[in-house]
């Protein structure tokens, strides 16, 4: 329909409009006459609405060049292709869908073998990663550090995010992220928190708590750590065993929504003949925290790190040393303290004497402590060993088992110290041992805390366990003993 079409259709239907309102104001001339109001508005309909018209009748209607240019107009009609469904999925699916790859660094892991877990086939990428700083966590892998990439169909990577978490309690988390511009990769470092959910569990010990733990669900890395929860307490005696309850309340840590790994243990119970026992993680200043009662004890066996009175490294743990004696090059496995001879010599943590000797051409006097199934401590060159020290003896952390001398293969007087980790040294300044006895106030009062909503969750789980199913044979000696209803 043309312009001038259209307009003269409106305008009809304007016409007809104004009709209608003219016959309704007939019918009703004496009220609107009565009404200066009404007047006054019958007047602006009837001047204002013509003069409305006019003016978009002359705006609406073409010009005279406006109609010589359409006149020129060639109309041309051409169906348009429509492009095949199946062709656009291809496309999508071979070029532009992406999937994301996760992996965890293992030992002795290549670059190349990290490469294939995650499904990427990217030499370009490859190169970029061996040149950069940033990178070396996967360039010269470290074990334990989470991986996550986006990649094509055609196995290029679109992204690749390193997770490195800190080394020490006063640095950050860190992602490390390569993206692809092309044939080009641009690479940014970024502070990263996980995001945490916690988990419970609870159960009966059968065999060990270990497996009874494993058995409903835990995560084997979580429920070996469970006992040392109660180290301490073990150590002196408590002997978790069949029939006895526990529950175990711990962290899994996701990012961007995928699970990466579990965290650490919050809070661990368990009832033994009646007693129950409970152990909670604090962050007591180092990296890894350590588990507490809530009066702020240890619940783990402690060591002192320095056990002798006024000492100083004289000589460190290492792989290869020329000894100051013989001139021999052989490893020196633990720490040289040298320190004024007779001072005191403390015991490292609690345990019980399981060597007494003397050895002319090594340690000179010296004694050895087993504190557990996997460590023990050696005490060489001391000048004499303390009263009562004899084979089979308990000692506690701190208690003083002998005094610095230079018995043995010694130049001066001095503390040869060994820390034995299932019969293996290592070294007793750097090892991740617990060796905080007591938090602080201030520890504390965070312990006490965070401790409050898990104490509520554990007596939850204690709860439901009280509540349990009778056996086939309880139920049955139970309808047997209830007396029958009499029926009315």
Same mark, same amino acid.
């Given at each position: ?19 209608? *309102? ?14 200066? =109001? ?11 609405? $013509? ?5 978009? !009748? ?87 550090? =989470? ?56 159960? @009966?010990?059968?065999?060990? @708590? ?16 469970? $006992?040392?929860? &109660? ?6 005696? @408590? ?10 309340? =711990? ?28 152990? &909670? ?30 000492? #100083?490294?004289?000589?460190? &743990? ?7 004696? !013989? ?13 004024? #001879?007779?001072?005191?010599? &403390? ?47 308990? *000692?506690?952390?701190?208690? *003083?088992?002998?005094? *610095? ?41 965070? @312990? ?41």
């Amino acid at each position: 329909m043309s312009a001038p079409s259209i307009l003269a259709k409106n305008l009809r239907t304007v016409g007809q409009g104004l009709c209608l *309102v003219a016959r309704g104001c007939a019918r009703s001339w004496d009220r609107v006459a009565k009404s200066p =109001y009404r007047r006054l508005v019958l007047g602006i309909t009837f001047g204002i609405l $013509p003069a409305s018209v006019a003016i978009a !009748t002359y705006s609406a209607y073409p010009s005279d060049d406006e109609q010589m240019a359409r006149s020129l107009q060639t109309e041309i009609v051409a169906p348009l292709p429509i492009p095949s469904i199946a062709d656009q999925i291809t496309v999508v699916t071979t070029h532009s869908a992406v999937t994301t790859h996760t992996t965890m660094i293992r030992v002795n892991d290549t670059l190349g073998a990290i490469f294939s877990r995650l499904n990427i086939e990217d030499a370009a990428l490859q190169r970029f990663i061996r040149g950069q700083t940033l990178t070396q966590p996967l360039s010269t892998p470290r074990e334990g550090v =989470y991986v996550q990439a986006k990649v094509t169909a055609d196995k290029k990577a679109q992204t690749l995010k390193i997770f490195l978490e800190s080394r020490s309690a006063n640095q950050k988390n860190s992602v490390v992220t390569i993206s692809r511009r092309g044939e080009r990769f641009a690479i940014n470092s970024a502070p990263f928190v996980y995001e945490t959910q916690q988990a419970m569990s609870a159960g @009966l010990v059968e065999e060990s @708590l270990i497996e009874s733990a494993k058995a409903v669900g835990v995560p084997g890395e979580i429920a070996e750590k469970m $006992p040392l929860a &109660f180290e301490r307490a073990i150590n002196n005696g @408590l002997d978790i065993s069949k029939g006895d309850d526990f529950r175990v309340i =711990y962290e899994r840590q996701f990012l961007e929504g995928d699970f990466v790994r579990n965290g650490k243990i919050l809070a661990v119970s368990v009832t033994h003949h009646g007693k129950t026992y409970e152990s &909670f993680w604090a962050d007591d200043g180092t990296r890894n925290g350590g588990f507490y009662s809530l009066d702020g004890t240890s619940n783990r066996t402690t060591f002192i790190r320095v056990p002798v009175e006024g000492a #100083r490294v004289t000589s460190s &743990f290492m792989p290869m040393r020329r000894h100051p004696v !013989t001139g021999v090059l052989r490893p020196h496995q633990g720490t040289d303290f040298g320190a004024p #001879r007779g001072n005191k010599i &403390f015991a490292a943590a609690d345990g019980v004497i399981s060597r007494r000797s003397f050895d002319k051409r090594g340690f000179g006097n010296y004694l050895m402590i087993k504190h557990d199934d996997s460590r023990t401590t050696l005490y060489g060159h001391m000048s004499r060993i303390a009263e009562g020290m004899k084979v089979g003896v308990p *000692v506690k952390r701190g208690q *003083v088992i002998g005094y *610095v001398g230079a018995t043995g293969l010694a130049t001066g007087p001095h503390l040869h110290y060994e820390l034995r980790v299932n019969n293996r040294q290592v070294n007793p300044l750097k090892t991740s041992i617990p060796d905080k006895e007591h938090l602080t106030n201030e520890e504390k009062h965070k @312990l006490l805390a965070s401790a409050r909503p898990l104490m509520a969750r554990l007596a939850m789980l204690n709860r439901i366990q009280s509540v349990k199913p009778l056996t086939p044979r309880e139920a049955v000696a139970k309808e047997e003993s209830t007396p029958e209803q009499p029926r009315s």
